[in-house]
């Protein structure tokens, strides 16, 4: 299956610091990535969808100024945790949509970062 | 968005047959089933995904009732690798990944 890498695996920052975490698509062109996050014990939350030149479409109540995400490339997309509070404390993953090889398509996702913000 | 219920968690021997069942009455007729699993401490991985037809794949099978309003994840032999969160998802081509809360399988020695 396709590969999707996240760096890095863990951070621990000060509080008021910002975090940036990078999402790659290892062996194929993503022109679309997601990002999520999970708090423990719950299930995974959509914060945004990525395009690849193009700017993040948001889901309801995520504050696109404090999570500022970049889609450069289309193999790489970055997620800035600015400002970070420990309430921000959390994991968090990127997906990656594969190109179509049939009727659907497939998500992969990236093994996460956890962020502990002290 | 069509929704889906699993039960909260499931347990089972290892070795042994694990059915893991989903609820989908309000799916429609461009909705794909699509399963994830989530092992502890890492991103979720695909599992397998249909449409109407029983799928099998080197994880797991797939069989979805006649009226599509049900599926279940078979796992044939259940290892303690497979001890994760569950999660059955309807999407159309092209949609985001919904994550509800899951099925969590433990898979006892």
Same mark, same amino acid.
């Given at each position: 299956?396709?590969?999707?890498? @996240? ?30 996050? @999970? ?50 404390? +959390?994991?968090?993953?990127? +997906? ?10 497939? @998500? ?11 | ?56 794949? &080197? ?17 044939? &032999?259940?290892?303690? &690798? ?8 309807? &999407? ?18």
């Amino acid at each position: 299956g396709a590969v999707v890498s @996240q760096h890095p695996s863990w951070v621990i920052c000060k509080s008021g610091t910002s975090v940036k975490i990078e999402c790659r698509s290892l062996d194929f062109q993503a022109t679309t990535m997601f990002w999520y996050r @999970q708090f423990p014990k719950q299930s995974l939350m959509l914060m945004a969808t990525s395009n690849e030149g193009s700017k993040a479409t948001y889901e309801q109540g995520v504050e696109k100024d404090k999570f500022l995400i970049n889609h450069a490339s289309l193999t790489l997309s970055t997620l800035t945790v600015t400002s970070a509070h420990p309430e921000d404390s +959390s994991f968090y993953i990127c +997906s990656a949509r594969s190109p179509s090889r049939g009727p659907t398509d497939t @998500q992969y996702f990236g093994p996460g970062t956890r962020l502990t913000v002290l | 968005d069509a929704k889906t219920t699993q039960p909260n968690s499931m347990e089972s021997n290892e070795e042994e047959p694990v059915h893991l069942p989903c609820n989908h009455s309000t799916i429609s007729g461009t909705d794909y089933i699509h399963w994830y699993r989530q092992l502890p401490s890492q991103g979720p991985e695909y599992v397998i995904h249909g449409l109407t037809s029983n799928v099998n794949n &080197r994880m797991a099978s797939l069989a979805i009732a006649e009226d599509r309003k049900s599926s279940t994840l078979i796992l044939h &032999r259940a290892t303690l &690798r497979d001890a994760a969160v569950y999660y059955c998802i309807l &999407r159309t081509s092209y949609d985001k990944v919904i994550f509800g809360p899951g099925t969590s399988l433990s898979v006892i020695p």
